[in-house]
């Protein structure tokens, strides 16, 4: 099958000593900032993008390292939620359920490896899902034109706040705020300055990594230091890890809920609006469900660390599927791995696997890599990244903010982008204390050149009638999932976001 | 009421936006649609949206006390500095200077603050520049 050797093709170009170099790296400095509380997947990727991008590396090499740190940050997540019912991102709250019990009971250690073995099977089955289902989705995109593109940017901001939105009016604007910071700067079909005021500087856009950078990591280091009191000491872990390896029978009991996980959080992943947070609740409930006859889950019962892992790291696989094939991300990391693909002037979207299948089955077989290091760097190493955790945040976050520094002066060199950067820190604290998403914001600034390029192609095409935005079935079917997928979460947002949150207070109730 | 505020201001960034967009000047060449037309649907949006924010705001969050409110307005104040000293006092001086604020302010001991914002300015330094040619600002002392 032309699958196998293109994925054979892959592994020739990812098994350079370079590369693998650069995968090791990844993989070690993602699982130590998804372990760090207050460093998620997508703020570890963005301070490294712009350093990524200033070294000179090529393509693939960049996109190695940056996907090492995705699934390195994915799989570190789960650290801090088992030792100290912190999760380190979002999607890891739901391991802290199962895992931090374990922990209490002394099995940290067996928590801690299972865990990393059920983020290995859930990332592993997800890449393979991957493999073939993204050209499956190729196909169906090679018969987009500009009206189609355009309904699906549009169903891309509709979706994102996802089912457990709870403010669609605060994602609207959020996503309305990035589209129009896209705008700033010369026009490209007409080349008129729009928005510049004059300013120099602003004639080539606004740059977007400069906003991510902004809103993600120094927004981080503002909320750090408006809570200083209580927070920003190092954590203590009151817990000893113990035996590390799980018993072979432990894992083979684990092994049809790692599967059924594993499928689910996929599936999660894929479709828009739901990303890697639903798909570790989604595979927790599930599993529930079907397996808890003892009602043991909630009181350290291995399964239930293994499914919301399995879940949530099949789901990051999943989120590739239509941020490769589409060029159209569905969650907040992949929208900061999309702004890595167009600062390497690589545009993701069908045309891709065409034209640079080099540079995707060399990411693919990046994956395949970056997983099996994973495993066997967490599991011997494990105390190493506990050991991480103890670093306070008063040391952390000037450090974060620093580095933030260096990488986006590395690109241009000029004071002006600092100080815009600054301008993002403060805007991106003030949106987060109102409750407003960030994320919309920085998919608006990515995709809004591309969205406001199709709508006027499509448009010039066919003589200034706007109407043929909603011309063919495939449009109209976009526009429809569009429309439903921003009202379903008005209606349905508040009673699952309630629910979610309810089980976490019910067991930390119990804990505390 | 801080969405109420919030909203407003969302508002009056979309008029702006909207006037802003009214008041470019359109090249001879154009296409169908030209440049102003995008722009007014993404105000429609935000105003819009805005709108809703007003009508129904969400629970005020908590702000945190004025002196909290200086704390973060102090360190904005130093990234500024920072920003436009960083060519003039070059990046070791720099980056020791604004990383030992921001330890001090996040709670560490004075004495300790300084060691550890030189060594973070030193890390950063030796790894990005020594060992990854990484080039950074160069002040009057050549580093």
Redesign the interface.
Known sequence: MDIFSSLADGFVIALTLENLLLALLGCFLGTMMGALPGLGPSNGVAILIP?AF??GLGATPSLILLTSVYYGAMYGGRISSILLNIPGDEPAMMTCLDGYPMAKNGRAGEALSLSGIASFVGAFLATWGLIFLAPQLVKIALLFGPAEYFALFTLAFATLGGVAS??Q??T??A???G??LA?VGV?T????P??TFGEVHLYDGIDFLVAIVGLFA?SE??L??????GG??GAKSGVSVGRLMPSFKLIKSCTPTMLRTSGLGFIAGVLPGAGASLGSFVSYTMEKKLVDKDKTFGTGDPRGVAAPEAGNNAAAGGALVPMLALGVPGSGTTAVLLAVLLALNITPGPLLFTQQPDVVWGLIAALFIANFMLLAMNIPMIGLFTRVLLIP???L???V???S??GI??IS?S?FD??VM?GF??MG?VLR????PLVPIILGTLLGNA??NN??RA??ID??NWWTLIDSPLSIGLWSLAVIGFILPIIFGRVLKARMRMKKDEESAIID | M??RI?GLV?LI?AFG?AW??LV????F???????KA??LI??G??A???I??II?P?AA?E??PFN?FV??GA??LV??L???F??ELG?VIA?AL??TY??W????RPISSVV??CL??F??YAI?HLV??????RGPLGF
């Open positions: 350093l200033t070294l709870t403010n009016a605060k609207a604007f996503a309305a705020l589209i129009g705008t026009d079909q007409t080349g008129v729009r928005f120094l280091v503002f750090f230091l408006e809570r200083r009191h920003a000491d945040p008063r040391i976050m000037p450090i903010a620093m580095v520094f260096v002066y590395g060199g004071s600092l100080l600054i820190g403060v604290w204390k109102l409750d407003v969205m406001e709508l006027r448009i010039t003589n200034g | 801080s969405d919030f969302g960034l936006y802003a967009a470019i000047e359109e090249s060449l154009s296409d169908a649609v030209g440049p995008f722009p993404i105000a949006v935000l819009l949206s805005s809703v924010i129904k969400d969050p702000w945190p909290r704390e973060v360190a904005v990234m500024i920072y920003s436009i960083l060519p990046f980056t604004a990383a921001l330890t302010r996040l709670g560490t550890s914002g973070t300015s890390g950063i990005f990854l040619g990484l080039s950074l600002a």
